[in-house]
């Protein structure tokens, strides 16, 4: 079993590191995917090429099948880029892929991974539990070295009400080990990472509605938050080092339209009320 299978890109990264725990790519049965961003997903129609099932939750699956729409949408963020970030994007045939509901049990004898629908990030995201291991995704937070937990912020289905149920959905589970896409084990106690995230979750869209109602417009908006998130990097832990990799892994720039189109879309009266 694998749990998101990063971008075509870094493919052959799987490729190594499968081989140096004596397995190889063919061994791999059964994808798991916490969401369809190309980051988590990208390489899945390689692994459906080696007869891999791919497992998504109902909302991702037409794009897997079909990512027309995924590309066009993924090429007016990131233009030029799209190949050196993703490499190759093809269809995962409709015959690989499995729609899990939310709390779907897959069994693959010895173990039963449960599917678990966590939407904030995007709206067609689950998490995994195995046991007392959960595997995160993007709702659980990216963090780097000995960091603090952030959340990804990316338009165009940021929830923040949403991310905080999810958040507390994943602290009912009250896994022992918690592992993310970006990136491993968290180290020490799960529960203390998902506070830290949570409150970020709270206080970063705090900070845009006050910024959005004040009048601040998008470009003004970008660098005023690329200061507010390294600032907080760096008053919790992180190395200025550090802090440009948390910018390179997760910049800073996307929780910009996604944070405006939140407000705009769930709370218009909020932000608008203050620049008519
Ligand atoms: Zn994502």
């Known amino acids: 079993m694998l749990f998101d299978t990063g ?3 870094t493919f052959d990264n799987i490729v190594t590191a499968l081989r140096q725990i004596g397995a190889s790519v063919n061994d791999i049965r059964h994808v798991f995917l916490s969401h369809i961003h190309f980051d988590h997903a990208g390489a899945a129609w390689r692994f459906a090429e080696l007869g891999a099932t ?11 099948i079909d990512p027309a729409k995924l590309i066009a949408s993924a090429a007016r ?4 880029d799209m190949q ?24 693959v004898a010895p173990f039963e991974i449960r599917a678990i629908a966590t939407p904030g990030h995007a709206s ?41 149920e999810s958040i507390a959905k994943i602290r009912e589970l009250n896994p022992t080990n918690l ?26 869209s705090e900070w845009f509605r006050e910024k959005i109602s004040a009048g601040f417009r998008e470009p003004d908006l970008v660098a005023a938050f690329a200061r507010l998130e ?8 992180a190395t200025e080092e550090l802090a440009r990799d948390y910018e390179t892994v997760d910049p800073s720039y996307m929780a910009v339209p996604g944070a405006i189109r939140y407000w705009q879309k769930y709370h218009p009266g909020e932000v608008f009320a203050n620049n008519r």
Do not use: M
């Open 124 to 164: 067609h995201h689950h998490v995994y539990r195995w046991e007392d291991n959960l595997f995160g995704g993007d709702i659980a937070g990216v963090r780097l070295g000995n960091g603090p937990p952030i959340p990804p912020f990316v338009p165009p289905e940021l929830q923040i009400e949403s991310w905080h």
């Open 7 to 9: 971008p075509e890109s």
């Open 230 to 237: 390294h600032d907080d990097l760096i008053a919790n832990g």
């Open 179 to 204: 592992y993310l896409p970006h990136f491993g084990s968290v180290k020490g106690c799960v529960a203390v990472h998902l506070d830290a995230l949570d409150e970020r979750v709270t206080r970063w």
């Open 77 to 80: 963020i990131f233009g030029d």
């Open 84 to 107: 050196r970030l993703w490499g190759r994007i093809a269809p995962v045939p409709e015959n690989r892929v499995r729609i899990l509901e939310d709390k779907a049990i897959v069994p």
């Open 54 to 64: 791919i497992y998504v939750h109902p909302r991702g699956a037409q794009h897997l």
